[in-house]
């Protein structure tokens, strides 16, 4: 079964950070690209970041440019997407997919049941 696990996330106050994580189980994340999206209450799902299998190409929404990370480590088999200077706009269930391609789109293939981050003073 192909699962990918997301973790890391919770309740911080603005301008903090948190580091979450996505994990790959049933499968090897080495030939996948991986995306972060978030989606808040009321809003439609968005892509935040991706990253190729290699890990060589990066892509991030304006939105998060400059604050966030996203890296992957193969041998883990996982992926991280570390997030600083957050403000309370960034309050949303975060998930990640997997495909082939890294893109910022929703039509991944495969997703994670997400993980809550709230920013919150």
């Known amino acids: 079964q192909l699962q990918l696990v997301e973790s890391g996330g919770g309740l911080v106050q603005p301008g903090g950070s948190l580091r979450l994580s996505c994990a790959a189980s049933g499968f090897t994340l080495d030939y996948y690209a991986i995306g972060w999206f978030r989606q808040a209450p009321g809003k439609e799902r968005e892509g935040v970041s991706c990253i190729s299998s290699s890990g060589k190409s990066t892509n991030y929404a304006d939105s998060v440019k400059g604050r966030f990370t996203i890296s992957r480590d193969n041998a883990k088999n996982t992926v991280y997407l570390q997030m600083n200077s957050l403000n309370p706009e960034d309050t949303a269930v975060y998930y990640c997919?997997?495909?082939?391609?890294?893109?910022?789109?929703?039509?991944?293939?495969?997703w994670g049941q997400g993980t809550q981050v709230t920013v919150s003073s």
């Open positions: 997919a997997a495909d082939r391609l890294c893109r910022l789109s929703r039509d991944y293939d495969y």
